[in-house]
C-alpha cells in the first residue's frame, strides 16, 4: 500500500509549491509512480505540473462538491509530462466550497479521505498533497486524509518557525481528534543559504528543538534555478538537471523512499525501466496510469 503526505505549513512563501513539484519528478524518476493532489485554490502546483491539455475533465472541485462519493477519483486524475507523476488538479473556483464543507461538519472534513485515500494508496508508491498556507478548510481535508506531513521551513526566516510550531499542534489535534494515521513525518529546511548567519542559526534552533529522526537529512539550497524553472512551468529536472537544487531532490526523494522502506523496490523499478528502453521489460511489472 502507497503513502500519502501533505507538504504544509501554515506560513506562506516556505516553498510548499516547488517542494511538492520537484519531489514528486524525483521520486518518479526513481521508478515509483506519485500522485499530486494540489489543494490550494491558488493553483500553482496544477500550473507547475498540469500539460493543459484536458479540455474537459474533473478536478478537485468536482471532487469535493459531491455530498456521496459517487464520482470516482480516477476521473479526476491527469497524467503530466513527468514520468511516472500524475496530478489532480485544482481550480480557483474551489475555494467557494469552503462554507459548505463547513455546514457538513466531520463529514465535510473527512470527503478528501473518503474520495481518494483507498484509490491513492491502491495505485501510487506516494501521494503528495500540496496545501494552502492557512489554518483552514482545505487544510484539514488534507491532515484528514493523510498518513503523515512533511514540514517545509525557509531557512531565511524566522518568522516560518512560529508557522512551523502552530502546524506541528495542528497535526497533533487532527492525530488525537479525527485521523490516527496522522504522524508528523520529517522537518525539511528549505532555501538553505549556509553563508548567513540567520540560515545557520535557524537551522542550529531548529535542531535544538526537534529530534534528528524528525529532520531530513537533506536539505534544499537556494537556487536561482528555481525560480528561472518555475517561469517557464517546468521542474528543476526538466530546467536543469544539474543544477544544485536537482540534486538535492535526488537526495531528498532517495532518504524520502529510505524512510519509507521502498529503497529496494525502487530499484527494481529503476533496473525495470532500463530494461524497457532496451525492450526487455518484465512482463509482469505493470506501468502507465491506473
Not at 491539455?53 to 468536482?62: G, I, L
Amino acid at each position: 500500500m502507497g503513502l500519502i503526505f501533505a507538504v504544509m505549513n501554515i506560513k506562506g512563501g516556505v516553498g510548499k509549491t516547488t517542494i511538492t513539484g520537484n519531489l514528486a519528478d524525483a521520486v518518479g524518476r526513481l521508478g515509483h509512480r506519485v500522485l499530486v493532489v494540489d489543494m490550494d485554490s491558488q493553483c500553482n502546483t496544477t500550473s507547475l505540473l498540469d500539460p493543459g491539455d484536458h479540455p474537459t475533465r474533473n478536478t478537485v472541485r468536482e471532487l469535493l462538491a459531491q455530498e456521496e462519493p459517487e464520482l470516482a477519483v480516477r476521473k479526476c486524475i491527469s497524467p503530466t509530462r513527468l514520468a511516472n507523476v500524475s496530478i489532480l488538479p485544482n481550480l480557483p473556483e474551489t475555494a467557494s466550497l469552503e462554507a459548505q464543507l463547513l455546514l457538513a461538519g466531520p463529514t465535510g472534513n473527512s470527503r478528501l479521505r473518503r474520495c481518494l485515500r483507498n484509490y491513492a494508496r491502491r495505485h501510487f508508491a506516494f501521494t503528495l498533497i500540496d496545501t494552502p498556507p492557512h489554518m483552514g478548510t482545505f487544510v484539514l481535508l488534507a491532515l484528514y486524509a493523510a498518513d503523515g506531513v512533511i514540514l517545509p521551513i525557509k531557512a531565511g526566516s524566522a518568522f516560518s518557525v512560529e508557522g512551523l510550531l502552530k502546524a506541528v499542534r495542528l497535526i497533533t489535534e487532527v492525530k488525537h481528534g479525527a485521523n490516527p494515521d496522522l504522524r508528523f513525518l520529517r522537518l525539511l529546511i528549505n532555501h538553505m543559504d549556509r553563508r548567513t548567519i540567520i540560515s545557520r542559526n535557524i537551522a542550529q534552533e531548529i535542531a535544538q528543538a526537534f529530534r534528528e529522526e524528525q529532520l531530513f537529512r537533506t536539505t534544499i539550497p537556494v537556487n536561482t534555478a528555481f525560480e528561472r524553472a518555475e517561469s517557464l512551468g517546468q521542474t528543476i529536472f526538466q530546467f536543469n538537471p544539474r543544477a544544485s537544487g536537482a540534486k538535492a531532490f535526488q537526495e531528498l526523494a532517495r532518504e524520502l523512499v529510505d524512510i519509507c522502506g521502498l529503497a529496494e523496490d525502487a530499484q527494481r523499478r529503476t533496473e525495470h525501466g532500463q530494461l524497457q528502453e532496451k525492450g526487455q521489460a518484465d512482463p509482469k511489472v505493470s506501468g502507465g496510469l491506473p
